[in-house]
């Protein structure tokens, strides 16, 4: 840039030097203060007396700080609690671990507290040999780790007809990024003894809703998981503890929580979950049935509703997640005009398949208004939709399956908006 395209060198000098004794000055994302700041001259309380000891803390728990990260619920959609949702607060988090504490949970039939001891999974149906194991059989199979994205299959799903929910907590928080550890499911079916004319599993849970689901048994055998530990430690009450089934990059509810019974048969049981819910219903009255994977979304988490950016114009960040249930995501663009100019985000983080990536989107912004949204290209190639392209398939008769992209509208003053552009 040629010096008539700046402001004329005086005019900048003075602006620097006019911020500065104002005591406000950004320089490259720390602050220069002229006049002395308190926080950092003044010695504080917690400096001048002892703190609390190592016991007084046997379960840590958040910063007293920090208590307003929690899952949090849509009052209209909670007519009764025992059989709701609440949301995983993205907005607060980073990197790509979902705490344990912050999972959203999904119920049917509200928490079962099953006491560990009295804990049995059973595999019964076409098997050689049906089987019972407690949970200190299951700890008897080579145990192995992975890191998994469960999105329930109604994420984003108030957002079909248009811009709704104003928080990506809210729009998007049915998903949660946990490292499980368990045995393969496989080695349990081996176990049992699969008969030849075994073609499919129902997996059932132990809570008062039975919650039932039929699996190819193709997927059973590849990489699905009976899980008992959850980022290191016992699965939470609200996660299926003390065992759930873990079904990599397919939609949530077949991820059967306080996991029972394991039966094999030759052909899918069609459950409730499996026709008159978690069916997708087109724009011509028929409905897609077993709609079992995740495609690729992204949102991004901040700036966003919840999430203002506060600092006013200059140095910003922006990130967010992306995810696909068929493998990694290697690259996410974001867009601050609506759609019209892409850019590459920066990805950070370790890339595994079927887990969530992080992306970042660093730019100096001018204080003008933001049209915010990211796209998410997968590793089959496979390059997420708009949420118009979307309704152009499948109509507006959706709930489940809602992976089309998000915007959000950003004021000049850095309030963020849930909006859909046309
Ligand atoms: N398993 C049982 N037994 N009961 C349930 O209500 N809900 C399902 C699934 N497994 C459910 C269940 C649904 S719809 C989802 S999205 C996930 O669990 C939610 O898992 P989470 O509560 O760990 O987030
Ligand atoms: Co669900």
Redesign the pocket.
Same mark, same amino acid.
Request: proline share 0%; glycine share 12%.
């Given at each position: 840039m040629t010096e008539s395209n700046g402001p004329p060198a005086t005019t900048r000098r003075r602006f620097l030097t006019g911020s500065l004794v104002a005591g406000g000055a950004m320089v490259a994302g720390g602050r220069a203060e002229a006049a002395g700041d308190p926080a950092i001259l003044e010695v504080k309380p917690w400096a001048q007396i002892l703190g609390e000891g190592v016991d007084a803390r046997p379960y840590g728990t958040p910063s007293q700080f920090e208590n307003h990260v929690v899952r949090r619920n849509v009052p209209w959609l909670t007519a009764d609690p025992i059989s709701s949702v609440n949301f995983t607060p993205l907005h607060e988090l980073d990197g790509i671990i979902t705490p344990n504490g912050l999972?959203?949970?999904?119920? +049917?039939?509200g928490i079962a507290e099953i006491e560990p001891t009295q804990y049995r999974l059973m595999i019964n149906g076409l098997v050689e040999k049906p089987i019972v194991f407690t949970l200190e059989d299951l700890k008897r199979f080579p145990r192995e780790n992975h890191l998994y994205f469960?999105e329930?299959?109604a994420n984003s799903g108030m957002e079909w007809r248009g811009a709704q929910l104003n928080g990506c907590q809210f729009t998007h928080g049915?998903v +949660?990024n946990v490292m499980y550890t368990g045995v393969r499911l496989r080695h349990l079916l081996e176990r049992a003894g699969v008969r030849t004319n075994g073609k499919w599993i129902l997996a059932e849970?132990?809570?008062a809703?039975a919650?039932t689901r039929s699996i190819p048994l193709e997927k059973a055998l590849d990489d699905c998981l009976v899980a008992f530990k959850m980022n290191g430690e016992a699965l939470r009450p609200?996660?299926?503890y003390p065992v759930?089934l873990v079904v990599p990059g397919w939609e949530?509810?077949m /991820?059967?929580? /306080?996991l029972r019974r394991i039966e094999v048969g030759d052909e899918p049981w069609h459950h409730r979950e499996e026709t008159s819910k978690y069916t997708d219903l087109l724009a011509d009255g028929r409905a897609r049935r077993f709609t079992w994977v995740m495609d690729a979304k992204s949102v991004i988490t901040n700036p966003s509703p919840q999430a203002p950016i506060t600092h006013g114009r200059g140095h910003t960040v922006i990130t967010g997640l992306a995810w696909s249930g068929r493998g990694t995501v290697p690259r996410v663009d974001v867009t601050l005009d609506g759609g019209k100019n892409w850019r590459q985000a920066r990805m950070d983080g370790p890339s595994l398949p079927m887990s969530l990536h992080r992306f970042y989107f660093e730019f100096d912004w001018d204080g003008r208004p933001l049209l915010l949204q990211s796209r998410a290209h997968d590793s089959t190639g496979y390059v997420q939709p708009t949420k118009n392209e979307l309704r152009q398939v499948r109509g507006e008769n959706s709930i489940y399956h809602n992976n089309g992209i998000q915007t959000w509208y950003v004021n000049e003053k850095g309030a963020a908006e849930n909006v859909e552009v046309s």
């Open positions: 999972c959203f949970e999904r119920h +049917h039939a469960l329930c299959a049915m +949660h849970g132990a809570d809703s919650m609200e996660q299926g759930r949530g509810n /991820w059967v929580k /306080w």
